[in-house]
């Protein structure tokens, strides 16, 4: 039917027709209409996350060989030598050069100590020495004077043995001729007394005269009594000859003791110069301990850097090896850094390193100095027991030095202990 020959009726219902008709069925999604851009911007976006996912691929990989050639660690801090400074005598502090946090150099003043004390003992030791000096001085002549006296008395006892040998010889020859006048008496006595039997036989036949006989008798008595005289002589001459020559073996033995003691003697006096020289020394060596006592009295900056822990007050009595101060030697810094052992693979002394430090927020340079000797774990006071059975397998660390480049801005203002993040270049 054409619809120019509808009715109003007509046209309305075929109109709800087309709309039910055009309506989706109940559960059906409605799809939007496709236009022709829809396939090109689907294409751009394909394209654009290929193009990201590629960037970030070569970034990921430009990291990584990047990355392979440096080793870093938060587990480091600057270190330096904290010097503990300590009296060396006994004393009373009389005065405190410093405080807490003030920069000294070497040489300056910290402390000083009452020196009078120290003042007496150095003059005990120097009376000590005058008279260890004196001593030493009156008793070196004692050594020219005892090898004379012992020359002089060897000298005289070979005298006195000479002339006791002289003697005994002398002694000798009057007893050979007593011996002699005896033999000779005898023989004159015993004639003699042959005479007088003869004549007195004579006498008694009356065939001589009683004068001769009597001359006979007399010279027979005379004879017999001379015999005795010699004999007596001769005994005489023997004990002579026995005296002189226990006088020649006391001379010999004079004369050996003093060979004998001679020497040790002379040894003696050289043994007590040499004690008397090694009092000397000794009095030397107190005074000179006495004098670095006495300078001990003021305490003075044995390096430079910056006083902490001062424990010194004045007034306070002191004891040898008491702490007084620390100075922190913040012009030799280094750091110290706990890498993982799994990091140490290619680390060598002498390869680069920049050092952060966070409270400077500020990169310095350096370079690895030394490597430890041992983990942190087997240095420690308590090391762990991995043989009792309850062994965990952790990575442990070991510590790297890197000393820091000189003449760098912000030396000045770094602190042992300061946390700071190096990075090792490794290749």
Excluded: C
């Excluded at 020196?115 to 002549?141: F, T, W, Y």
């Excluded at 799994?342 to 400077?360: C, N, P, W």
Aim: no cysteine; proline share 4%.
């Amino acid at each position: 039917m054409n619809a120019e020959t509808q009715t109003p009726e007509q046209v309305n219902h075929n109109f709800a027709e087309d709309t039910q008709v055009r309506q989706p069925h109940s559960g059906q999604e409605k799809k939007p209409a496709q236009t022709p851009d829809d396939p090109r911007k689907r294409q751009r976006m394909l394209v654009i996350f290929a193009v990201v996912l590629a960037i970030a691929a070569i970034g990921g990989l430009l990291y990584w060989l990047h990355a392979r050639h440096y080793e870093d660690t938060d587990d480091a801090q600057i270190d330096g030598n904290l010097s503990p400074i300590g009296t060396r005598v006994d004393g009373t502090v009389v005065k405190v050069y410093v405080q807490n946090n003030q920069m000294v150099k070497v040489g300056d003043p910290l402390v000083d100590l009452d020196p009078r004390d120290i003042q007496v003992k150095l003059d005990q030791v120097q009376a000590q020495l005058a008279q260890a000096r004196s001593q030493l001085a009156g008793e070196r002549p004692n050594v020219p004077i005892t090898e004379v006296e012992n020359s002089t008395n060897i000298l005289s006892a070979r005298a006195d043995v000479a002339s006791a040998e002289a003697a005994v010889a002398a002694a000798e020859r009057d007893r050979d001729q007593a011996e002699a006048q005896v033999l000779q008496q005898e023989a004159a006595n015993a004639r003699a007394q042959s005479d007088l039997g003869r004549y007195t036989i004579l006498a008694a036949k009356q065939e001589i005269s009683k004068s001769d006989f009597d001359q006979y008798s007399s010279n027979a008595k005379q004879q017999a009594a001379n015999l005795q005289a010699v004999q007596a002589a001769l005994l005489a001459a023997a004990r002579t000859v026995d005296q002189r020559k226990a006088q020649l073996d006391q001379t010999r033995s004079k004369l050996a003791q003093n060979e004998k003691n001679a020497a040790p003697q002379l040894s003696i006096r050289h043994a007590s110069v040499e004690q008397q020289l090694a009092n000397l020394q000794t009095a030397e060596a107190q005074l000179e301990q006495a004098q670095l006592n006495l300078s001990y009295a003021r305490i003075v900056a044995p390096v430079a850097g910056i006083v902490m822990k001062r424990f010194a007050q004045v007034g306070s009595r002191v004891a040898t090896g008491q702490q007084l101060l620390t100075i922190s030697e913040v012009g030799d810094l280094w750091v110290t850094a706990n890498f993982k052992e799994t990091q140490l693979l290619h680390m060598r002394a002498g390869q680069r390193a920049t050092i952060y430090v966070d409270s400077l927020d500020h990169d310095f340079t350096g370079s690895v100095d030394t490597i430890g000797g041992a983990t942190g774990s087997i240095a420690s006071t308590l090391p762990a027991e991995n043989a009792t059975g309850n062994y965990v397998k952790v990575v442990q660390r070991i510590p790297v030095r890197i000393k820091l480049d000189p003449n760098q801005d912000g030396l000045d203002m770094l602190r042992p202990g300061m946390s700071v993040e190096p990075n090792v270049h490794v290749e």
